[in-house]
């Protein structure tokens, strides 16, 4: 995020796991935020601040124990989830962390999950985040900034979503209704998805038709390393060829990767006109598509492509598999 410009005083830093070292580096760079998940955290974070006689910008990240409905392994603002300290003890937590000499409180966090396809959870979100910031205020605890987190959701298929300025709206709305002593809060939002989840594609080739009894099978040169998420969430992706002009059978077929597992699809059921050769387009692959790409199966990761109207540039590269053995060494004795 630095090396490509972006500046640090802009960063909330989320997470359950933030090494000794990545807390470290975000004091060195000044981040805006760090939203802190546990009480072990809490005081990692103020003995690496104490070592660079700093003081460390911190909310709590509270799990509001909201259902966002939405699919289970993305949800993570319910009670059961490892992400947040539980809402009922946030003011225990605050008062610890106000003893801590190089803590610094600034405000309260959440973000009860993603790909949210309705306002409610988002607002019973907020609700439970202004309760708790009221009651901090009453016991002198001022904070100076809410952190709503991310989570608007994109439309995949028939999902529609608020759109970003009706969400703003509600969550401002919500806040004007409890009086003055809020609205001099800043309030930080956290959306990925929404930003960029639909302005990416991931372009496959078909290599094989497999017509069955039961089923047929487009195989396809993308697989579950390149867009994990049909397989791990049974995500629904839009998939189309790139061409329509060219006259082709239409069948349904599942449209599989060449991984040796049965979960490796990248959409089932599909009724498509295809031939071997043909390019299709994986829609909505903007947002955890890249980013959740492996090499599992000894596979390259694709190209990432960026258009600009007409133009194009190459802003990853395609990996080579001597890159990926470069990474491999042989135990001496085997030399
Ligand atoms: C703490 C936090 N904030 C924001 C986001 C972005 O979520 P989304 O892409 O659903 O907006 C995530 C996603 O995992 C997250 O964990």
Partial sequence: MLR???DPGKVVFSGVGKTAAELKRALEVGICCFNVESESELAALDAEAAALDKRAPVSLRVNP??????HPYISTGLKESKFGIPIESALAVYQKARALPNIELRGVACHIGSQLTTLTPFIDALERVVALVGELADAGIELSHLDLGGGLGISYNEERPPEPDDYVLALLDALQTHGTRYQKLRILIEPGRAIVGNGGLLVSQVLYLKLGETKHFAVIDAAMNDL????????WHDIAPVRVDAPRERRVYDVVGPVCE???????NRELGVAPGDLLVIASAGAYGASMSSNYNTRPRAAEVM???ARFHVVRRRETLEELLAFEALPPEAN
């Fill in 4 to 6: 490509a410009g972006g």
């Fill in 65 to 70: 124990d909201v259902d966002p409905a939405t």
């Fill in 228 to 235: 994990m998420r049909p397989s791990l969430y049974d995500a």
């Fill in 262 to 268: 049965s979960g490796d699809f990248l959409g089932r």
């Fill in 307 to 309: 258009v600009d109207g």
